[in-house]
């Protein structure tokens, strides 16, 4: 039993039939220490946070020494979440909102006219002449995504000659049909291109019978719809005249890559197509690429590794390099929300990546890498001027358009 007289330093520690609640406890503190533990002054009730309960007409040698610090909780105090994970999440959520709003504010402020930005005295190879407009400098490269994919059917005929005319260099996505037939087909399975006409992949349709047939729109028929196409028609139609970045993505189901790559092979040679000066072979899978180059060994191709946000947005510089280098890749082909999130990530892998080739990294950068999707001019000013050059667009002709009216003013 404590008597009226004693101390306040000698009921430190204890609590008479209940303990004493932590807000209380908050209360009556005198001072927060430099590292967050609560240190009592003299004169002032201190307790824990958790105090054991006493029952009445007990008593119970205090648990700690008089004018001892005892320390309290802060999380308790001022009600942040407990767990460990629940701190590192809010962490997390801020440096990414933090690292956004930079990257925002960041492209706002350069532009096509910002001539501070132009730092690469080169002037790039184009591929087609006459194609790449050109300034003082390289300016931009525009690769036409799956042809003019914002302005026709995607991977169509008339997608393909959109581009064709506006920025002589086409993306095209390629497939294999049952009967040996290069088909060009993006998705894995048929159904949103034919309306759920063709439910299963490519791979399962003959072109004789079925696919040559087949008409595909899509956005729920913003297009008219288009006949498929094969890659022998696009190789007949253009020729050496245009250049040609073929995606392969990886195989699954009945698709067999090594039979896709050997009738590519063989139709690029068939069409006596330049492979060294106007094709690019890119695909998320560094064993297709291989595959490519050992196919071509003759007239090697120069292949890209395609890289997303979710495969490597997290990922370090060296493990980016690393799948450069077992790619046997000779550039990148980097998704916008990568090249936004981690700019010098991207360009130290792949700068590191080809040291072989004694580049600097701005040359590497302006040279051997190409950044999908790029469809606003907001986009394209930042990255022409953060050093790329190789951009790939849903609509070409507007993206050069832009540009060109941009840099001419």
């Avoid at 533990?37 to 309960?53: D, L």
């Avoid at 040291?355 to 950044?371: C, I, L, Q, S």
Wanted: include cysteine; hydrophobic fraction near 40%.
């Amino acid at each position: 039993m404590s008597r009226a007289g004693d101390a306040p330093d000698r009921m430190v520690g204890r609590s008479v039939g209940r303990p004493i609640p932590s807000h209380q406890c908050a209360g009556d503190v005198g001072r927060v220490a430099e590292f967050g533990s609560v240190k009592r002054e003299s004169g002032a009730q201190v307790c824990p946070t958790t105090t054991p309960t006493i029952p009445p007409n007990k008593t119970e040698a205090p648990t700690h020494a008089p004018n001892s610090s005892v320390r309290c909780s802060i999380a308790d105090r001022r009600g942040w979440p407990r767990g460990r994970a629940a701190r590192l999440l809010i962490l997390f959520a801020s440096v990414s909102v933090t690292l956004a709003l930079y990257h925002t504010q960041r492209r706002r402020t350069l532009t096509f006219s910002d001539r501070a930005c132009v730092s690469l005295p080169l002037r790039l190879p184009d591929p087609v002449d006459g194609k790449s407009w050109t300034a003082d400098g390289p300016l931009l490269r525009v690769v036409g995504h799956r042809g003019s994919g914002g302005t026709h059917v995607e991977n169509t005929l008339g997608a393909l000659e959109e581009a064709a005319h506006t920025s002589g260099f086409l993306e095209l996505d390629i497939d294999i049909s049952r009967d040996g037939q290069v088909v060009l087909v993006h998705d894995p399975t048929l159904r949103h291109l034919t309306q759920g006409a063709l439910d299963g992949p490519a791979c399962v349709y003959n072109w004789s019978g079925t696919l040559s047939r087949a008409r595909v729109t899509q956005d729920a028929g913003r297009f008219p719809p288009a006949p498929l196409a094969r890659l022998a028609d696009v190789l007949a139609q253009h020729g050496n005249r245009v250049a040609y970045m073929i995606d392969v993505r990886e195989c699954t189901g009945c698709a067999d890559c090594d039979a896709l790559l050997a009738q590519t092979a063989a139709l690029l040679r068939q069409y006596r197509i330049d492979v060294p000066r106007r094709v690019i072979f890119s695909s998320k899978s560094g064993s297709i690429l291989r595959l490519a180059k050992r196919l071509l060994a003759d007239r090697p191709p120069f292949c890209t590794l395609s890289c997303d946000w979710r495969r490597y947005g997290w990922r370090s510089a060296r493990h980016l390099q690393d799948a450069l280098e077992r790619a046997a890749a000779d550039g990148i082909s980097a998704q916008l929300a990568l090249v936004h999130s981690r700019p010098r990530m991207v360009r130290r892998a792949l700068a590191a990546a080809c040291a072989h080739a004694d580049e600097p990294v701005d040359v590497a950068v302006a040279t051997r890498g190409f950044v999908w999707t790029v469809n606003t001019q907001q986009d394209a000013e930042w990255l022409w001027c953060s050093g790329w050059r190789n951009v790939i667009s849903d609509s070409p002709r507007r993206l050069l358009r832009v540009a060109q009216e941009t840099v001419s003013r």
